[in-house]
């Protein structure tokens, strides 16, 4: 089965803090997923880093067949993502 989502190895980290160490999963076409975790988890960061908007320091990403770090705007074009917070809009 094909898959929407798959990360492989992934790890990302901010100045000397480990946010995301060696994620691997995977999500099949048709499949409704959560990405449930306490604050802090890295969650949003690896949202962020599937849409183009962090690059990994390693590991791969695939989403919907692309590569986000060579077609992050094909990504997003596809994909719909709603932040928590208000950074893009002040109302």
Known sequence: MEQAIQ???VTKTFQ???VLDDVSFSVPRGV?????GENGAGKTTLIRS???Y??????Q??????????????IRQRVGYVSDSNEQYEW
């Open 54 to 59: 962090h690059r990994v320091d390693s590991g």
């Open 32 to 36: 409704v997923f959560a990405l449930l």
């Open 50 to 52: 599937m849409l183009g």
């Open 7 to 9: 990360i492989n190895g």
């Open 16 to 18: 000397s803090r480990v």
């Open 61 to 74: 990403i695939q989403v919907l067949g692309m590569d986000p770090r060579r077609e992050p705007l094909k």
